[in-house]
């Protein structure tokens, strides 16, 4: 089996759900400096989900995650 994967689909916070997936994914862009893809993109079903994409490096993650953790908690 793998052992990674190049993408992560995550729920939109409970504290955010009245965003839908692309202004939650707008908001990440502006507060954070992430982008995501809006789960909307991938059909209906994707609504309430955002997906990451792991194609940088771990330095670029790992500054993505601390961004959108001070992004979460304003």
Same mark, same amino acid.
């Given at each position: +089996? +793998?052992?990674? !994967?190049?993408?992560?689909?995550? /729920? =939109? /916070?409970? *504290?955010?759900?009245?965003?839908?997936? @692309?202004?939650? !994914?707008?908001? @990440? @862009?502006?507060?954070? %400096?992430?982008?995501?893809? +809006? %789960? =909307? #993109?991938? #059909? +209906?079903? %994707?609504?309430?989900?955002? *997906?990451?994409?792991?194609?940088?490096?771990?330095? *670029? =993650?790992?500054?993505?995650?601390?961004? =959108?953790?001070?992004? @979460?908690?304003?």
């Amino acid at each position: +089996p +793998p052992k990674a !994967t190049m993408f992560v689909w995550a /729920p =939109i /916070p409970e *504290r955010f759900k009245q965003m839908d997936s @692309l202004e939650f !994914t707008k908001y @990440l @862009l502006k507060e954070a %400096g992430v982008a995501v893809s +809006p %789960g =909307i #993109g991938f #059909g +209906p079903a %994707g609504e309430g989900f955002v *997906r990451f994409a792991l194609v940088e490096n771990e330095h *670029r =993650i790992k500054q993505a995650c601390r961004g =959108i953790k001070k992004a @979460l908690n304003k």
